[in-house]
């Protein structure tokens, strides 16, 4: 609908959907999901901000609770994740939802290599969509005041889920047509059909992208409303920033290790001597990618063999964006987006980028390749 040539910056969150909506009959239902997710995470912008006054900081149950990545959930954490998932299930657009924070132990089949959420809320068959979401990412990040974010993705639902108005816990046995509505969760990034991110920092910045480019909004607190102020993003095919954390530098793939050694020297094809940034927080380390250019990485090492980010609702919403507004973000070998989950908390190797930065880099892992 919004392209280079039809600047609408100025024009609110909520306007871009209807318009969206009104130019593609076929999105009606996702403009009210939008509605939901940016609702959402204005409350969660206020939550972050407020966390120290309102004593929300810290460990969840004083450090008891701990979710299904063995991570000490922090208070944030469990409230962020209920206002989003109330806030999609009230849309009555959602089948199945699937969050980073949502889990106990459940075998589903022997098919999947890892647990599942109690919690996964399944709708009557005509919620036609399936979110992914981390409602907190970085959250450990809050208490020292850095940037954080939520990151969401949206699939179309299949027909592998066929439930009626059902919300799972722990005692309910996992039936068959449940263990299909899980198993639709488990697409590839190329089946997104929405996939964004709100930043909790200087400013709130919500950025998404419907397959059609890559459009930023930023909360105006003063009128409640989220404003276009990035109309259009495209990254830089090369840029001169690189952000991964280098204390893994010894244990990175060996192509990992040159490709940063040429960025930080100078020894690159776009022979521009790069700095470092790394907040540890993926969406502020994401957004400063998009705008400014260069790579963003977790990339694979002897350690973290798939490296540490999810692929369902991590690697696969973000290299959506990536990819829309020119990047590419890749494991080195294969494009992130074609990478079917097995499970839905799945960790992959994740470096995105300028085209150029990321096309050097996936020669040198062809070349290693070649040489084995
Ligand atoms: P490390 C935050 O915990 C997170 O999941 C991402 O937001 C971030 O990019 C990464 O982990 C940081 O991990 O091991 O460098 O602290």
């Not at 024009?11 to 909506?21: G, H, K, W, Y």
């Not at 990819?323 to 070998?333: F, I, V």
Request: hydrophobic share 40%; net charge negative.
């Amino acid at each position: 609908v919004f392209n280079e040539t039809c600047d609408q910056t100025g024009i609110t969150l909520s306007r871009f959907m209807l318009e969206v909506a009104r130019a593609n009959p076929d999105l009606q239902e996702l403009e009210s999901v939008f509605a939901s997710i940016q609702t959402a995470c204005k409350t969660i912008a206020k939550l972050v901000k407020r966390s120290a006054i309102d004593g929300m900081t810290g460990l969840q149950a004083g450090g008891g609770a701990v979710n299904v990545q063995g991570e000490e959930q922090k208070k944030l954490d469990v409230i962020t994740n209920d206002v989003l998932k109330r806030a999609l299930k009230f849309t009555g657009r959602m089948g199945v939802i699937a969050s980073e924070e949502e889990d106990v132990p459940v075998e589903v089949d022997n098919t999947m290599d890892e647990s599942y959420g109690k919690d996964v809320l399944v709708e009557e068959s005509g919620g036609r969509y399936i979110s992914v979401f981390d409602p907190l990412d970085g959250s450990s990040n809050v208490d020292a005041g850095i940037p954080v974010g939520t990151i969401f993705g949206i699939f179309e639902e299949d027909d592998d889920c066929k439930l009626a108005d059902n919300f799972f816990d722990d005692k309910t046995d996992i039936s068959e047509a449940m263990k299909g509505c899980l198993r639709s969760t488990l697409k590839p990034g190329n089946s997104l059909v929405a996939a964004g991110y709100a930043l909790y920092s200087s400013a709130t910045h919500f950025v998404f992208t419907l397959g059609a480019g890559v459009n930023g909004f930023t909360l105006d607190e003063s009128i409640g409303e989220f404003i276009l102020t990035h109309p259009n993003i495209k990254i830089p095919p090369r840029g001169k920033i690189y952000s991964i954390n280098e204390a893994n530098r010894d244990i990175w793939d060996a192509p990992v290790q040159d490709f940063i050694q040429g960025l930080a020297s100078g020894n690159n094809r776009g022979k521009k001597v790069y700095t470092s940034r790394y907040i540890g927080s993926m969406v502020g380390d994401v957004h400063r990618t998009l705008l400014y250019g260069g790579v963003f990485g977790y990339p694979a090492d002897t350690r973290s063999p798939n490296g540490k980010l999810r692929l369902l609702y991590e690697a696969a919403p973000m290299s959506f964006l990536i990819e829309q507004a020119g990047g590419k973000s890749t494991t080195g070998l294969v494009r992130v987006m074609d990478i079917p989950p097995k499970s839905v908390h799945q960790r992959v190797p994740l470096m995105l980028g300028g085209a150029d930065e990321m096309d050097e880099l996936i020669e040198l892992y062809n070349a290693k390749a070649d040489a084995a």
